[in-house]
């Protein structure tokens, strides 16, 4: 395995460290695809695979909807319902002066307008109303399954790169973790250009394994977890000025790559 080593200054500017874990902390790992899972990712059984930043499995494309492609399925939901509503609208006209006038074959014709027209309303607007909710999803960084979800997360918080010196946080399954600023989470999904937010040629921004926390609650977790390390009265973290969780050790430590990769990703994302 390549191993890396990491200076006390590289530590402390990437220091402390929270991830999505198992209540005992381990990292979630599954077992189908014999994989870890990054914070975000599920295992979708009809497509037998880990999807990053999964969404929900959308049989409209066959496929899961994630992180590679949850901007191109919201446009394709927004201009499949705003078409549906243009078709109604511009097919209304014609059969309310066909039926005012009888210029048209009133059982054949006209019955085929106001039923495309009745369609094509029904149709356009549950689908302009589903594409909605995902925007509103997009505005709150959030994923349907992460909205629907009824059970707590739980938070690995490391203290340092030891692995062995860190603290589980349980977070109630309301706060949404990863929510910030509107326009940061739209820039996310939908890219730093604005000629290509309703275009589908570019996805959003990382690489959909590292995802930046909400501020407030990233405080928020740390400040539990130290409360927590210090409730426990184990040597060296039991004072309590957090001294002891602030200084680094004086030594160069080795590292495992993927953890390694993890930080790197966190601190390099604005």
Known sequence: MAIRYIDVQDKMDVMPVISVSRQDGQPKYCH???????????????????????????????????????KFF??????????????????????????RDMVCSVVVDCGYGLTMGMLAFIFGLT??????????????????????????????????????????????VDDNLWERKKMENWVSVMGRNPWGWFLPIQRGLGDGTVFQYNDYMFNTIVSR????????????????????????????????AERLSSIDSTAHMT
């Open 74 to 99: 919201f446009l394709f939901v927004l201009y499949t319902g705003c078409y549906g509503l243009w078709v109604f609208v511009s097919s209304l006209p014609l059969v309310v002066t066909g039926i």
């Open 127 to 172: 689908v302009c109303g589903f594409a909605g909710v995902h925007a509103y999803y997009i505005i709150r960084n959030e994923t349907t399954i992460e909205h629907l979800a009824d059970r707590p997360n739980e938070i690995r918080v490391d203290f340092d790169m030891s692995g062995q010196n860190f603290e589980v946080v349980s977070v109630p």
């Open 225 to 256: 977890a130290v409360k927590q390390r210090q409730s426990m009265d184990v040597p060296n973290y039991g004072n309590n000025n957090n001294n002891n969780l602030q200084e680094p050790p004086h030594a160069t430590i080795e590292y495992e």
């Open 32 to 70: 189908m695809c014999e994989c870890y899972k990054p914070d975000r990712a599920h295992h979708c059984k009809e497509c037998n695979a880990c999807v990053l930043k999964m969404d929900h499995h959308c049989p409209w494309v066959n496929g899961c909807v994630g992180f590679r492609n949850y």
